[in-house]
């Protein structure tokens, strides 16, 4: 049966408190790591060096094409046959970082692409460098079609972080399997677990919109940007 006292003690659960701040701090540092990455990957792979494209495509191939979780248990459990051992955090934020940048990577492509090239150009004619170009003139305008699905990566790696628990990581889920032990209410404790999850997701989705805004803002008339988002994705599929 169903027991509400149970359920309102894991609601205030100081284990269950204490692993969401774990899933939240998780979270945001392997997101502000992965996007630098992802933004290097991205430009790897749009280089006109053969060897950086085949060295970025052949990451971005293998990250995505594997699941994170036999990720995480090569880095924490395989490594160390190498001479490589990482601790716990360290190898739960190693393989997020590296698993998320190659998605994230495509993202940013995507933005990039969806700039129109004379702009670029334009720039460069004038005698900017091509670092310059990027960071002036690329950048600024593919961060308005590219907010929308990087929000979207950081709401599902909230969720994906439940991942880590299978190497040790205390975090939101693993706390709660540890509460739901000393009286057995499992529908209870992951129901609240639910519960914490669905709210950090929500107040991200806040987050979220009005970060859209904010970078939006002047350019509500533009409607093109969505549709060159869509081309430079679909360029991408057919790649």
Do not use: C
């Not at 929000?151 to 399997?177: A, C, D, M, P």
Request: aromatic share 8%.
């Amino acid at each position: 049966m169903w027991s509400w006292d149970a359920f309102f003690d894991f609601l205030t659960n100081p284990q269950l408190i204490q692993g969401a701040w774990t899933t939240i701090w998780l979270t945001a540092i392997s997101m502000a790591l992965a996007l630098p990455l992802a933004v290097l990957v991205a430009l790897g792979r749009a280089s006109r060096l053969a060897p950086v494209r085949a060295v970025t495509g052949f990451y971005v191939w293998l990250m995505r094409g594997t699941p994170l979780l036999v990720q995480l248990v090569i880095i924490y459990t395989g490594l160390p046959q190498l001479g490589l051992r990482l601790g716990v955090i360290s190898a739960a934020l190693t393989g997020l970082v590296l698993n998320e940048a190659a998605y994230l990577s495509e993202i940013v492509r995507a933005g990039v692409l969806s700039v129109p090239r004379g702009q670029s150009e334009a720039a460069r004619a004038l005698g900017m460098p091509p670092w310059k170009v990027f960071r002036v003139v690329v950048m600024p305008q593919a961060l308005r079609v590219m907010v929308p699905p990087l929000g979207n990566s950081f709401n599902g790696l909230l969720k994906t972080t439940t991942l880590v628990s299978v190497i040790s990581v205390e975090e939101l889920l693993r706390r709660t399997q540890f509460a739901v032990q000393t009286n057995f209410r499992v529908l209870e404790g992951l129901t609240a677990a639910a519960l914490y999850y669905l709210a950090m997701t929500t107040l991200w989705g806040l987050v979220q919109r009005w970060l859209e805004i904010r970078v939006g803002r002047g350019h509500e008339n533009r409607p093109t940007s969505g549709r060159r988002m869509k081309s430079a994705v679909l360029e991408l599929e057919t790649r």
